[in-house]
Nanobody, 121 residues
Framework: QVQVVESGGGLVQPGGSLRLSCAVS????????TGWYRQALGKQRELVAA???????NYGDSVKGRFTISRDNAKNTVYLQMNSLKPEDTAVYYC???????????????WGQGTQVTVSS
């Protein structure tokens, strides 16, 4: 069994910062990539940032220069540092982890339950 747990969401004023964490536990052979997605009310889920096993990162256009994704392999945890937050960043943030549970199985994606981020004065 694999568990993906996000944390770190909350209410923050415009211009403020938050750091989200995504911790993976359970039966894991290898992690291929981890991505942060968000879904605002009435909108489709969109990619915010992703990081591969090789350390390559990519970001959605709306967060470039403000958000940074990083990882701690020893803790199987990926972080999303969010700076200069704007009201339009308000959404539920989800973590998706692409991983193999054994050498002989193809990678599969696992979602966390999401964490709410609200940017408001």
């Amino acid at each position: 069994q694999v568990q993906v747990v996000e944390s770190g969401g909350g209410l923050v004023q415009p211009g403020g910062s938050l750091r989200l964490s995504c911790a993976v536990s359970g039966n894991i052979f290898s992690i291929v990539a981890t991505g942060w997605y968000r879904q605002a009310l009435g909108k489709q889920r969109e990619l915010v940032a992703a990081i591969s096993s090789g350390g390559r990162t990519n970001y959605g256009d709306s967060v470039k220069g403000r958000f940074t994704i990083s990882r701690d392999n020893a803790k199987n945890t990926v972080y999303l540092q969010m700076n200069s937050l704007k009201p339009e960043d308000t959404a539920v943030y989800y973590c998706n982890v692409d991983l193999q549970v054994t050498l002989f199985r193809s990678p599969e994606g696992y979602w966390g339950q999401g964490t709410q981020v609200t940017v408001s004065s």
